[in-house]
């Protein structure tokens, strides 16, 4: 059984920064892609960014693209989520997701397992 756990969310004013991190366990980390998506209050669930298997591939919502920054690490099993600029609208339950594939996808459906969530509230 896949588990993650996402840590790192917290009360940021805007222009601040975080760094998310999501541990993974269960089966081996380096085969599968993992994503970030995010759910704010009364939305529904959007991607924010995925990886590939080996970290060579990346990409990004137009909403974040320039200011966050998706990297895993295969030695550790984690992937991080480096969130710079914070903006008010940033403002969510941050999930990280991963894949039973090496290829990453936009879509939330795509992924198999999924961490608890971990919020993220930028003040303005």
């Known amino acids: 059984q896949v588990q993650l756990v996402e840590s790192g969310g917290g009360l940021v004013q805007a222009g601040g920064s975080l760094r998310l991190s999501c541990a993974a366990s269960?089966?081996?980390?380096?085969?599968?892609?993992m994503g970030w998506f995010r759910q704010a209050p009364g939305k529904e669930r959007e991607f924010v960014a995925h990886?590939?298997?080996?970290?060579?591939?990346?990409a990004y919502a137009d909403s974040v693209k320039g200011r966050f920054t998706i990297s895993r690490d295969n030695a550790k099993n984690t992937v991080s989520l480096q969130m710079n600029s914070l903006k008010a609208e940033d403002t969510a339950v941050y999930y990280c997701?991963?894949?039973?594939?090496?290829?990453?996808?936009?879509?939330?459906?795509?992924?198999?397992?999924w961490g608890q969530g971990t919020q993220v509230t930028v003040s303005s």
């Open positions: 997701a991963q894949r039973g594939g090496s290829v990453a996808l936009r879509d939330s459906s795509s992924y198999d397992y």
């Open positions: 269960g089966r081996t980390f380096r085969g599968y892609a």
């Open positions: 990886i590939n298997w080996s970290g060579g591939s990346t």
